[in-house]
């Protein structure tokens, strides 16, 4: 009898979890405020009636562990960054596209259709582009000092109290950049000098520790840090709300330039909706609605009439091709990944 | 007993004041009208009524509830059924040992160890169906593992404390096992398996660990909905979602003692 | 053994059929541990001495290399990082379990000299935040500590903390935090021997010893031996693989072990090396159940 009972409750909580699995859904994996959700999920329904769920990560290699614990067949849309391409294409963790479903291709603008991970964007589209730099307060640091990462890593020149960002690859590369090394360096005796830095930055009273771009830039906002280092477009948004305070900008040694694409999980439990999603963003005001919303530089060259003309000019936003040379693409460095993995262990446990 | 020294009394009020001053200070700012800073700013209900209204909030709060309580029965029974098994029978005295030891395992070992080793199991167990994805069926699983052995234990103390006249009584009187099973033991146990469901319930609502390495999209939690939310930065609608859950917690606790009071009675 | 009869509680039956029964009611529970509890932390073991592949996979070859860099070989050549981490983590989780035991010993006393109705008050308000969500109480403390208040001012003007910022992340916040999460996980326990003290033998030892603190190891800690000794290891072991609190009140800046186990499940995605890390703390675990056994107390958690 009590063998029976074990069996029934064990069936309950298999049809509670199946019991709750729509049809007409859609399930975005996406980093954090990187979109006006409420929005556009709200359209995306009244357009085509299916209802968006959205989750959230803070960077790439959080991303990718959820996948690689069991996630390829929970989300529709992940929104990874160029380099990782290549990790998730030979895991088998993303599906080509079927480019008959995504008329709006079109729309990308040249040199996005054909980038080294993925010539032809067979499996992954452009959604957005950007830099890595620093946001900072004007009324604690000086616009002098920020023009080097020295006021993060010299101890002479700290001068508040900062956020590092969160983010294996962005952090290395800044580190190796300042030492006048390349940013994609997989020299283990350069990565080595890059992790000692940042661990003995990381002791200094000024450095707060490592926190997501978001968070480091809302910390910044507030108040309660002087500097951090984001994302672009995080940093363009809040700029806005207080320019007179609020500053940002790509110090001299360099630093990283990111694309992110959308793409479609392997074993996706809506892969159509996911394709009319990427439809969806590719509109071309759609598409504008996009960086205008989120402050980062599109990479859909039927949406540039559309977006804010001030935008446009903006250099934190899109580099003129003078700041374009301090930007550093970051590649995939294959086997080498394991031994950056490892740095950034001793970086953030020392 | 004699009243208590000065010096140890301010200690011992001064500690108090020391736990509480954090969940104070929550509670205080959950009526805060200031969205963010410090200051205060005058008192509202605001934030809670927002918790309300939030979907995501509530469906978070079902999913809570329903892994606790899911989680609770199964395990309640099974863990109820091992304290029998080892209180009741004579057992070789290595037997019995190593019975001990792997009831007290999953109570000692901290608790991050037994997540990973369920994420490794989960992963390829995942080869062979695809019932075990991250998610709710996961979480179910790791919550009974380690309530199990927590309600064992407590129905297991129980047991003792009731030895074994009552049933060498009952058999005297010619009972079969089955009655003494349903109408002798039961009843007896009864305060020890409500204490060690109890125990079981409180501590699936407020795992953290466990449910942050096996949950997946659809079946987030309470306690992970708080992480992930003051990662990013504190607001005040988390105040209020955290105070609610403390007096709900409050509420558990006093009832939970009301209710073990009384049974102890008979 | 022949399978005579005999009488077991009253019953007259066999050692076989006892057996028997004994099985049935012990195997759904034990199969269920067996299952997601030993199997699961045996293919742990092993995962502790696989390989991983370029981009996180688990590769299945023998190699001791996880072990290695633990001790702190790695490409980089040899840095005690890690080793200083498990090392950091027993002595916070040490540090944690002393003050705690300082702080509950007053406590206990205090609540034990309430008449016996408000007692039961005074209890209810230690179990409360026992009771209460981890995360919530780790978080609670970023009020506390933001600049604003007075405790990160005093910080900012002794010079610990830059002026202006929190007083997290830090030592001191994790300290704290540690602290306010396993204070009750002593107190409760400590305080079931403290009620059952008796006070005669504690007043004969007053009239024997002068000083108050050969009165307190001489009559009163002997006495309260077992809740002690079960605060303890009911403090220690966790904390010493508690990720919460260093996690939130300590960021980056001052991780312990069960962080960065976390981080090897999380964006570091190396699940051996996360799996023989977590065989690290196992062993200190079972090393301090042994030191702990060795006093002769028998483990009576609950």
């Not at chain 2, 989960?122 to 919550?143: K, T, Y």
């Not at chain 3, 932390?41 to 981009?55: C, K, Q």
Request: with cysteine; proline share 6%.
């Amino acid at each position: 009898m009590r063998n029976a009972l074990l069996v029934v409750m064990l069936l309950l909580t298999v049809f509670i979890r199946t019991g709750f699995a729509e049809d007409k859904e859609l399930k975005i994996f996406i980093w954090s405020e990187y979109m006006d959700e409420k929005k556009f999920s709200a359209d995306f329904k009244a357009a085509t009636g299916i209802k968006v769920k959205i989750d959230i990560y803070e960077n790439n290699e959080e991303m990718i562990a959820k996948l690689q614990a069991g996630g390829i067949n929970q989300y529709d849309i992940i929104v990874p960054s160029d380099y990782v391409l290549p990790a998730l294409i030979s895991q088998k963790l993303i599906q080509p596209l079927d480019h008959s479903k995504i008329p709006n291709l079109k729309n990308v603008e040249e040199k996005f259709q054909h980038i080294p991970y993925d010539p032809g964007n067979k499996y992954a589209v452009p959604w957005q582009w950007g830099s890595v730099g620093l946001f900072y307060r004007k009324d604690k640091v000086s616009p002098e000092a920020v023009k080097s990462w020295s006021v993060l890593f010299d101890p002479k020149k700290q001068g508040g109290s900062f956020w590092f960002m969160d983010s294996v690859r962005d952090t290395m590369s800044i580190a190796l950049l300042y030492l006048g090394y390349d940013a994609n360096s997989a020299n283990p005796q350069e990565l080595k000098k890059a992790a000692e830095l940042l661990a003995a930055t990381k002791k200094t009273r000024y450095c707060q520790g490592f926190k997501t771009g978001v968070g480091g830039k809302n910390d910044v906002t507030a108040g309660r840090a002087a500097l951090a280092v984001v994302y672009n477009g995080d940093a363009m948004r809040d700029i806005n709300t207080d320019p007179k305070n609020l500053g940002f900008i790509i110090p001299r040694e360099g630093s990283t330039l990111f694309v992110d694409l959308m793409a479609i999980p392997a074993k996706a439990p809506h892969p159509d909706a996911a394709h009319k999603w990427i439809n969806f963003i590719l509109d071309p005001k759609r598409g504008a609605m996009l960086s205008n919303y989120n402050r980062y530089a599109t990479p859909n060259h039927a949406s540039l009439p559309y977006i804010i003309p001030k935008d446009l000019k903006n250099d934190g936003i899109y580099p003129t091709p003078d700041s374009m040379k301090r930007l550093h693409s970051t590649k995939d460095l294959g086997k080498a990944s394991r031994i950056l993995d490892e740095a950034w262990t001793r970086v953030k446990s020392d | 007993m004699k009243a208590a020294h000065p010096v140890i009394k301010s200690l011992a009020l001064g500690t108090m004041g020391f736990l509480y001053l954090p969940l104070f200070g929550v509670a205080v700012y959950s009526v805060n009208k200031a969205e963010k800073g410090l200051l205060w700013k005058g008192f509202t209900l605001d934030w809670y009524l927002q918790l309300f209204s939030n979907e995501w909030i509530l469906s978070t709060a079902l999913n809570t509830l329903a892994l606790a309580v899911v989680s609770t029965l199964i395990a309640t029974v099974l863990g109820t059924l091992v304290a029998i098994g080892i209180n009741r029978f004579p057992w070789s005295k290595k037997a019995n040992s190593m019975l001990d030891i792997m009831l007290h395992i999953p109570v000692v070992t901290p608790d991050i160890i037994m997540a990973g080793a369920l994420v490794v199991a989960f992963g390829l167990l995942r080869v062979l169906s695809n019932v075990f994805e991250p998610g709710m069926f996961d979480m179910i699983i790791a919550h009974i593992t380690f309530q199990i052995a927590f309600v064992a234990l407590v129905v297991r103390s129980r047991l003792m404390s009731i030895g074994h006249d009552v049933e060498e009584a009952a058999r005297d009187l010619f009972a079969t096992n089955w009655y003494v099973l349903r109408r002798v033991m039961i009843p007896l146990m009864l305060p020890g398996v409500v204490a060690g469901a109890m125990l079981a319930f409180t501590l699936s609502l407020d795992d953290f660990v466990l449910s942050f390495f096996t949950a997946g999209p659809d079946s987030q939690t309470l306690p992970l909905y708080i992480y992930a939310a003051v990662r990013k930065g504190v607001t005040p609608e988390i105040h209020a979602l955290s105070t609610l859950v403390v007096l709900i917690t409050v509420v558990l606790v006093v009832g939970a003692e009301r209710m073990s009071r009384k049974k102890e009675a008979c | 053994m022949p399978n005579r009869l005999f009488i077991w509680r009253g019953e007259l039956t066999t050692r076989g059929s006892l057996t028997k029964r004994g099985l049935s009611f012990l195997s759904s529970g034990m199969l269920w541990l067996a299952l997601f509890l030993i199997v699961p932390t045996l293919v742990f073991m092993a995962l502790s001495f696989a390989d991983r592949g370029e981009y996180g996979e688990i590769i299945w070859k023998f190699t001791v290399e996880n072990y290695q860099r633990l001790m702190g070989y790695s490409v980089f050549g040899w840095t005690p990082d890690y080793l200083y981490i498990l090392w950091r983590s027993v002595v916070v989780a040490g540090l944690t379990t002393l003050i705690s035991v300082l702080l509950s010993y007053p406590l206990s006393f205090f609540i034990a000299s309430r008449p016996p109705r408000s007692r039961y008050l005074w209890l209810t308000l230690v179990i409360v935040p026992f009771w209460t969500n981890m995360v919530i109480r780790a978080y609670a403390w970023f009020l506390i500590l933001a600049p604003e208040l007075p405790f990160a001012k005093v910080a900012a003007f002794l010079g610990l903390v830059p002026s202006g910022s929190a007083l997290y992340p830090s030592p001191i916040a994790v300290y704290l935090g540690m602290v306010s999460m396993f204070l009750p996980f002593v107190t409760l326990p400590l305080y079931s021997s403290v009620e059952r003290l008796d006070w005669s033998l504690v007043e004969a030892a007053q009239d024997l010893y002068s000083s108050r603190t050969r009165v307190f190891f001489k009559a009163i800690l002997p006495q309260t031996l077992p809740g002690l000794s079960v605060g303890v290891v009911l403090t220690f072991v966790p904390a010493m693989g508690t990720f919460i609190v260093p996690d939130l009140l300590g960021g980056a800046k001052y991780m312990l072990v069960g962080n960065l186990i976390q981080q090897q499940f999380g964006a570091s995605r190396d699940w051996p090396f996360g799996a023989a890390v977590s065989m690290a703390l196992m062993i200190l675990t079972m090393i301090s159940l042994q030191l702990y056994r060795r006093r002769g107390e028998e483990i009576e958690l609950l």
